[in-house]
């Protein structure tokens, strides 16, 4: 079982960059696709981004698209993303998954997740 713990939200003005860090310990995360899903009060969580095992395969919401960036490094047992050009709609609590299932295509729902942090808060203010 891999325990994960997100860091690195905070407040930040519209247009400016934040980049969230998933720390993973208790097995390594090249065992899983890695996801971001955020939720928004009063809203669903929704996904974000994932990058499968090995990294080679990446997935974002058309609403990220152009601006975040996902990564990892398995040595590293960390994943990341990055936000820029960051708008009052990408407000809300971001979660790191990790799905342990092999896929061909990683998957986005936020059911094939079997592990989650605890979330770090993005605020982006207009």
């Known amino acids: 079982q891999v325990q994960l713990v997100e860091s690195g939200g905070g407040l930040v003005q519209a247009g400016g960059s934040l980049r969230l860090s998933c720390a993973a310990s208790?097995?390594?995360?090249?065992?899983?696709?890695m996801g971001w899903f955020r939720q928004a009060p009063g809203k669903e969580r929704e996904f974000v981004a994932v990058t499968g095992r090995s990294g080679g395969s990446i997935l974002y919401a058309g609403s990220v698209k152009g601006r975040f960036t996902i990564s990892r490094d398995n040595a590293k047992n960390t994943v990341w993303l990055q936000m820029n050009s960051l708008k009052p709609e990408d407000t809300a609590v971001y979660y790191c998954a990790a799905d342990p299932r092999p896929r061909v295509v990683p998957a986005t729902s936020r059911t094939s997740y079997d592990y989650w942090g605890q979330g770090t808060q993005v605020t982006v203010s207009s």
């Open positions: 208790g097995r390594t995360i090249g065992s899983y696709a």
